[in-house]
């Protein structure tokens, strides 16, 4: 009997017939460093806004002060002793926490950090589509473009994370599929952090009837298993399911929706209205083109929901701008790789570039910045030298202020000083809010509403409320108490003295 024995090739063989992968960072994978990289030297180059951040510090400090939440307010006179649900009680904690280690310039940094990190999982989630890494690139550029007014240092940040967290569990859930089994995980975090968990389940609801839709009874299912262990998973917070109460009447809010301009419709006459309009082009050109039909009821379904908040709220702007690169990457034509060579890029290039991408990082940075180009505020919408004179002066009687001041006023002198109105729009009632108004505008009966509200100083803006700084300064009843550059502060003249 004759055996016969296969002959091996040479070891060196096999080696010789692959192609060589070349080096791990190909020209694709750079721009996505590029892209990550210019994305946190935007975010870096950014100054924080006082008016959605200084309350929720103030709220972390009173929390670690007194080991207990907020339940009522005590931060304004004209809501004091109101009942406050204060959903976003975990992300004041570590926004506090971060303050305190490095101040503003280190919440800048995390910012950053986090925004990177929310733009490097959607870029992940995109891989799961398709392998051009150039597609992905440009996605994520075009995606962060319609976003980019909602990121900034505030509780909102980190349901962007969690949001682009979600969207790439999704995407590995379509061929792992317990993997989504983690969303109910994220969603008792984010319940905890930010009322925009209302998007996630959202989300959740869009791959059900996805899923009904392509008659894949299995999948339908298990996202609607997953949709209810999310929705009990949001329960899991101080106030139960207040949360969600509060989460849904929040933007049907009318108060809120007049006053807060994030709140109010995307104006395309505004830049980030621009930019999300020409998002919104590319995806119709790319629903139009797609090569594989069955996927576009998909992706229509749920950029549709998404498209439908970022025109009814310019904070929906980011909800949509971090969906729409995995929408284009999975109705893009996938194409065959391309040889590794032709991908191989300049080596001295690639260095030029990571090292002109260090050096914008480094020289955005808060620290670096302030050396290189000189001294800048830590934030906006901040009265810093009116904090700082009300500090050494202190006012009897109460407050009248300019609204977006309130919030640093109450991290720089409350609960002690009490503000009229802050940043917690909902809190106060609609009528009190009319009152506001007619005060900053000068209206006719704007002295008399400060007199029936006892208020002895006034603090606002020259430039912003014209109108009501005229009015204090015709009036013979108010004196300039203080004022630096458009801050100004104006003390109620004694009766008596007033008489002289």
Known sequence: MHHTVARRPPLEAPDAGRADPGPWLSMPRLWIVVVLGAIGVMELAQLPSAIDLAYHLKAGQLMVAQHALPRT???????????WLDQSWGAQLVLYGIWRLGGFPLLTVVEAILTVASWGLVAAACRRRTSNLRL????????????AAAFSVRPQMFSLLLFAAELYLLEVARTRPRVALAIPLLMVLWANLHGAFI???????????AAAWRRDRAAAARHLLVTAASVAGLL?????????????????????????????????RDLTGILVVLAMGVLVVALVRAPAPGRVPEQLLRMALLGGLAVWAVRGAAWFGLALPVA???????????????????PAVSGLLLLLLAVALVAASPPVGRILFGARPELTAAPLATADWLAAHPQPGRMFNYQPWGSYLELRLGPR????????????????????WAVLTGRWDAEGQL????????ITSRRATPDLVALLEASGRWRLGFSNGDERVYLRIPAAEGAL
């Open 73 to 83: 307010d005590v931060l304004s006179w004209t809501t004091a002793g109101r009942p």
């Open 136 to 147: 992905i690139a440009a996605a994520v550029l075009a995606g962060y473009a319609a976003a």
């Open 199 to 209: 998007v996630g389940v959202g989300l959740l609801v869009i791959e059900v009837l």
């Open 236 to 268: 899991v917070n101080p106030w139960g399911v207040g949360v969600l109460g509060y989460a849904f009447s929040l933007p049907a809010n009318r108060t809120v929706t007049g006053i807060v301009s994030e709140w109010g419709p995307t104006d395309v």
């Open 328 to 346: 284009l990457c999975a109705l893009a034509r996938q194409r065959l790789p391309r040889p590794a060579g032709d991908d191989r890029g300049t």
């Open 417 to 436: 000083v009490q503000v009229a109105f802050d940043s917690r729009v909902e809190l106060a009632p609609a009528d009190r809010w009319n009152r506001y």
């Open 451 to 458: 007199d029936s509200w006892g208020v002895d100083h006034v």
